[in-house]
């Protein structure tokens, strides 16, 4: 595989590293290609229990699409191809492991779909937010349009698409686009830590939460509340939750087994 994105497991902790610095590590072919395989990877894997996606280099999470590669219209028969294909963002909808954007300097575009397709975004002083499609001439496609609304609200949503104007990282924290900030510095230690706490935390808990808030997000409250009992009912009945009330008897970390 192309080491243009790069996964690295550790303590429990997948890193997807979007790994074409001297590009903003702009989304390329590889990247398209190689990030869905990798998230596929990290789920697969039962080592796994966190995944946390970053850009390499200093200055960028992830400028966008690759320009470079906007050279030719493409073909009623292309453009069927790639729906038929898997959608490229599609990868973080199948996993079910928590998933951390850790976000530095620019976060553009295609970038800003990535982080908006993880379930928390953790953003440095330095990081710059925005969704320059429209002066491009296409619209936010990887999911943009459907994520910035339900993560932002309409309001929040329709500016940013409609403008292209980018926000800076307290901005981003005043809308929700994220829920953590920190120094540029401090990124990488604040990211681990919180990926650490998520990757200690019951296995099946965590996926169920998460699918929970999701799915939940689609449904009327009131399947809403009907999805979110049964999956607790399901949690009642495993190994985990019982651990965890006997190591907080017993005054003992929990030892958790994902059963
Ligand atoms: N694609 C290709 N190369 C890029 C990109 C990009 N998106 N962004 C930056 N680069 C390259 C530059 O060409 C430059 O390369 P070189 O050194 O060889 O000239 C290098 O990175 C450094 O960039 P700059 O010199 O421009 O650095 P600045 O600090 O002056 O500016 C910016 C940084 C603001 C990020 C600027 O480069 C910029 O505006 N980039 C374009 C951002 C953009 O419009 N992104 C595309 C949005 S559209 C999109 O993402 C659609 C998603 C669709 C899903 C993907 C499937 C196709």
Redesign the pocket.
């Known amino acids: 595989m192309s080491d243009e994105v790069l996964m690295l497991v550790r303590e429990g902790v997948a890193w997807i590293t979007i790994n074409r610095p001297?590009?903003?590590n702009?989304?390329?072919n590889a990247v398209?290609e190689g990030l869905p395989r990798l998230l596929d990877q990290a789920q697969a894997d039962s080592a796994v229990r966190v995944v946390v996606v970053q850009g390499a280099g200093p200055?960028?999470f992830c400028?966008?699409?690759?320009?470079?590669?906007f050279t030719t219209v493409n073909s009623l028969a292309q453009d069927r191809q790639r729906r038929v294909h898997q959608h490229?963002?599609s990868g973080f909808d199948r996993i079910r492991k928590p998933t951390i954007a850790s976000i530095h300097g620019?976060c553009?575009?295609?970038?800003?779909?990535i982080a908006l397709s993880c379930d928390i975004r953790i953003g440095a002083e330095n990081a710059?937010f925005g969704?320059?499609?429209t002066?491009?001439g296409?619209l936010?496609?990887?999911g943009?349009t459907q994520r910035a609304s339900r993560v932002l609200g309409l309001g929040q949503a329709l500016d940013l698409v409609l403008s292209g104007e980018?926000i800076d990282a307290a901005h981003a924290l005043r809308i929700g686009l994220i829920s953590r900030l920190c120094s540029v510095d401090a990124l990488p230690a604040q990211t681990q830590a919180l990926a650490e706490r998520l990757a200690g935390k019951p296995p099946l808990a965590m996926e169920m939460a998460k699918e929970a808030v999701h799915q939940g997000h689609e449904m009327s409250l009131t399947a809403g509340l009907r999805l979110e009992a049964d999956l607790q009912s399901l949690l009642l009945n495993t190994e985990d939750r019982l651990e965890a009330a006997a190591a907080f008897r017993e005054k003992r970390p929990p030892k958790f087994t994902g059963q």
């Open positions: 001297a590009s903003m702009a989304i390329n398209r200055k960028a400028a966008g699409a690759d320009i470079s590669e490229w963002v620019y553009l575009g295609g970038g800003l779909e710059l969704f320059p499609e002066g491009l296409i936010p496609a990887a943009g980018r």
